[in-house]
T-cell receptor, first 121, second 113 residues
Framework: AQTVTQSQPEMSVQEAETVTLSCTYD???????LFWYKQPPSRQMILVIR??????QNATENRFSVNFQKAAKSFSLKISDSQLGDTAMYFC??????????????????FGKGTLLTVNP | DTEVTQTPKHLVMGMTNKKSLKCEQH?????MYWYKQKAKKPPELMFV???????INESVPSRFSPECPNSSLLNLHLHALQPEDSALYLC????????????FGSGTQLSVL
């Protein structure tokens, strides 16, 4: 079974500064995906960034980037130039690809407990 | 259309009521999911449908009954719920083909009295 650990229940950062959220995971799989999802007060889960385990290059999406260390099973999220709209709960998630009985693809997400990020003006 | 639409947004029901949650997507995704999320907790997977067939049931009590009548629609039928079932119910869909991306709806906030 996979586990995902986020060791920082809460963090805060000043607007325009940089913050890093930590995530570690445990798996015996070799091929998998890692994600950071954001859940603002509206409670909709929004995909922030995705990393494929077979890719060594760290994923980047505008102000969001990851530091993926496969051997260490670490997947941290860096948010640059923090904005007030970045205030949200951030969940790290692991996914392995499974083939269902019907032949389709199942994507089963395992979430960490989340880090509540507050961006202060 | 890149949205997953869930209705209703809020639902209050008694323990003897029967109600249904609805989820719709028109992105051509052939995998659809129900998640349950308690306050300040991560979402927990309940059900997965793949090609309109139930492929994962995470040992969910039978008072929750999922249904996938077509490739765009996913329902969750509720009957004889308990107060501890009060939670945010999230629907998600994903494209097939190895992308691994889930698209979530904004959820139904359910209160069981």
């Amino acid at each position: 079974a996979q586990t995902v650990t986020q060791s920082q229940p809460e963090m805060s950062v000043q607007e325009a500064e940089t913050v890093t959220l930590s995530c570690t995971y445990d798996t015996s799989e070799n091929n998998y995906y890692l994600f950071w999802y954001k859940q603002p007060p509206s409670r909709q889960m929004i995909l922030v960034i995705r990393q494929e385990a077979y890719k060594q290059q760290n994923a980047t999406e505008n102000r969001f980037s990851v530091n993926f260390q496969k051997a260490a099973k670490s997947f941290s999220l860096k948010i640059s130039d923090s904005q007030l709209g970045d205030t949200a709960m951030y969940f790290c998630a692991f996914m392995k690809h499974e083939i269902s009985n019907s032949g389709g693809s199942n994507y089963k997400l395992t979430f960490g407990k989340g880090t509540l990020l507050t961006v202060n003006p | 259309d890149t949205e997953v639409t869930q209705t209703p947004k809020h639902l209050v029901m008694g323990m003897t009521n029967k109600k249904s949650l609805k989820c719709e997507q028109h992105m051509g995704h052939r995998a659809m999911y129900w998640y349950k999320q308690k306050a300040k907790k991560p979402p927990e997977l309940m059900f997965v449908y793949s090609y309109e067939k139930l492929s994962i049931n995470e040992s969910v009590p039978s008072r929750f009954s999922p249904e996938c009548p077509n490739s765009s629609l996913l329902n969750l039928h509720l009957h004889a719920l308990q107060p501890e079932d009060s939670a945010l119910y999230l629907c998600a869909s994903s494209p097939l083909g190895g992308q691994g991306k889930l698209f979530f709806g904004s959820g139904t906030q359910l209160s069981v009295l």
